[in-house]
């Protein structure tokens, strides 16, 4: 799940945002958590925009050390009660940290919306991460599949999706998706207009799917 960043990190800023970061465990760990009990763990965290302003201008280092803090309390509460309560507050310390830094928000909202049962919880914490980076694909991608699945809201999905294939660096497979959540929705001019161009950018195998699909819809493929 650790995936490791592409950015290079150099060591000063390494030392000094951990420095910073162990400031905050500080804060945690001296809290007895015999008396104040699990569920309340992290309470004491600080917001993102106090670790942001307190971090001197080495933000994406903490971002790192932020998302390694994230991964431990998901794992520790996997082993034992599968109780993420906590879950929105630390992700979304990250990108405040760190707002291109898009993994620990996907996997927020993944966790929010599929393993505490939380969706709209989850949906929120991914606009913000979109409003943060609005030039991310992968979150403009990420809402979509939430309406999609979560809210069985097809139209939502599909306005989504179609923004993700708008944004630089999204794969082919977004323009799929758009179109199929189009049709589903029942805008049958845009689902068209999407296949047409899945069509023309596709593999052979992604053609013949487009050109049944628009068959389908009734508009011509040529």
């Known amino acids: 799940m650790i995936a490791l960043r592409a950015k290079a990190r150099a060591v000063a800023p390494f030392a000094a945002a951990a420095a910073l970061w162990c400031a905050a465990s500080a804060v945690d760990a001296a809290r007895p ?34 998302w390694l803090r994230c991964i431990q309390y998901y ?18 310390i ?3 940290l760190d707002p291109r830094f898009d993994q620990p928000t996907i996997f927020g909202a993944f966790v929010l919306g599929q393993e505490m049962g939380r969706p ?23 809402i979509g599949f939430l309406y999609y699945v979560c809210f069985d809201d097809h139209a939502a999905a599909a306005r989504y999706f179609a923004m993700a294939s708008r944004l630089p660096g999204h ?24 296949w047409k161009r899945v069509l023309a950018t596709g593999n052979k195998y992604m053609q013949e799917v487009a050109r ?10 040529a």
């Open 33 to 66: 958590e015999r008396r104040m009990g699990r569920s309340e763990e992290l309470l004491y965290f600080p917001s993102g925009l106090w670790v942001r302003q307190a971090s001197l201008g080495y933000e994406t280092a903490a971002a790192d050390l932020g």
């Open 75 to 92: 794992g520790e509460h996997r082993m034992t009660d599968n109780r993420f309560d906590r879950i929105g507050h630390v992700t979304e």
């Open 94 to 96: 990250v990108q405040e």
């Open 120 to 142: 709209e919880a989850g949906l929120a914490l991914l606009r913000r991460g979109l409003e943060r980076n609005p030039e991310s694909w992968q979150l403009a991608f990420e």
């Open 171 to 194: 794969p082919d497979y977004v323009e799929r998706f758009a179109a199929f959540a189009f049709q589903r929705a029942g805008e049958r001019e845009m689902a068209i207009l999407l």
């Open 212 to 221: 049944r699909e628009i068959e389908r819809l009734g508009g011509d493929p």
